[in-house]
């Protein structure tokens, strides 16, 4: 039987499960945090002005012009900077340079359910560290940690979109005795960043994807930004050619297109707040979110019965559950139009549970 060639870690191995894309049918989707509005034009732009002969050759292994708009966008030197095929393709890179078998890797939970299956795909030890009721993260996170090779923090967080401030991120940095992760795919929302530490930390390791806050969830691209000896080193642990030609170009463009950024940001923050004050007025709990996701649980309702029924409205959002944990719907913020569909058939199906 084929099977028993796998690792044993593999065959236990339940996978990561990514969010429904539904292939037929129209749906308002609300469930995997894409940006609900199209891609810059600019972008678009630059990967039609590529000469199709460039597709014949590999791409720039390193992303050379990614690097360098990237290096002035964010105020970083190009050398800080090191590209994957999105952030998921980072974390594994990570997990790959740092962690061996046995070995620990500490995370923050309820998180992104990607890290145990990293974990687990390494035989590597899942080693989480739950958040406190307010999602907050006290000092066990860096403590006991003799056989942690690897600690990871989303900011925001997901599913909460709840942040730890750069203070206590840099304490974290300061006591682990590895490498400490903040996962910033979705610091686009938020009010602040914790970039200018990496410079203070040479453990820090910041973690961005293009997926998010530049709608460019279909090019996969994601950028790392470390002291320069980290990046020199992972770049040996990463696929050759791991990001495409297209998908530099496009991120090269987005990147530099700081105007939409913001633009595109202003608008969704505004969408935002509006959906979570009339989430909050038909009875569901939301913790304060610096993402483009809300977090909603209803005290007296049940999660999956309310998932079930958007869906059947032809509407998606993400129901999920966490052990120990009270289970919810994480609602991703769309446009005006699809969020005033979503408020407008809710409080229909509450009335109904």
Not at 285 to 308: G, V
């Amino acid at each position: 039987m084929s099977l028993k060639y796998f690792r044993p870690n593999i065959s236990s191995l339940a996978g990561y499960t990514p969010g429904e894309q539904p292939q037929q049918g129209k749906f308002i989707k609300l469930n995997t945090n894409e940006n609900a509005y199209p891609a810059p034009e600019s972008v678009i732009n630059a990967i039609r002005a590529v000469d199709a002969s460039r597709l014949a050759r590999y791409p720039d292994p390193a992303a050379t012009a990614f690097r360098a708009a990237a290096a002035l966008s964010l105020g970083v030197e190009a050398d800080c900077i090191l590209c994957g095929n999105g952030s998921d393709d980072l974390l594994t890179i990570l997990v790959r340079a740092f962690v061996g078998e046995g070995d620990a890797v500490r995370f923050s939970e309820p998180g992104y359910i990607l890290y145990p299956t990293l974990c687990h795909i390494q035989g590597a030890v899942a080693d989480p560290v739950r958040f406190s009721t307010d999602w907050s993260l006290d000092d066990r996170f860096s403590t006991d940690t003799e056989k942690v090779r690897l600690a990871i923090i989303a900011n925001p967080n997901s599913p909460s979109g709840t942040v730890i401030g750069a203070d206590q991120i840099a304490e974290f940095a300061a006591t682990l005795p590895c490498p400490l992760v903040i996962d910033e795919a979705y610091v686009d929302f938020a009010d602040a960043d914790v970039l200018a530490l990496v410079t203070q930390h040479p453990n820090l390791l910041v973690t961005r994807s293009l997926s998010k806050s530049y709608a460019l969830a279909g090019l996969r691209f994601g950028y790392l930004v470390a002291q320069p000896q980290m990046v020199e080193r992972l770049e040996r642990v990463k696929d050759s050619y791991n990001c495409d030609t297209l998908s530099i170009v496009g991120a090269t463009a987005a990147i530099s297109d700081q105007n939409w950024r913001d633009e595109n940001r202003a608008k969704i923050k505004s969408t935002r707040t509006r959906m979570e004050e009339a989430l909050t007025n038909m009875g569901f709990q939301i913790p304060p979110s610096q993402a483009n996701f809300l977090w909603c649980i209803h005290p007296d309702k049940d999660a999956r019965e309310i998932y079930d029924r958007l869906k059947r409205e032809r509407i998606l959002v993400r129901y999920m559950a966490y052990a120990d944990w009270d289970d919810g719907v994480r609602i991703t913020v769309g446009t005006d139009s699809q969020v005033d569909a979503l408020l407008q058939v809710l409080p229909q199906i509450l009335a109904q549970i």
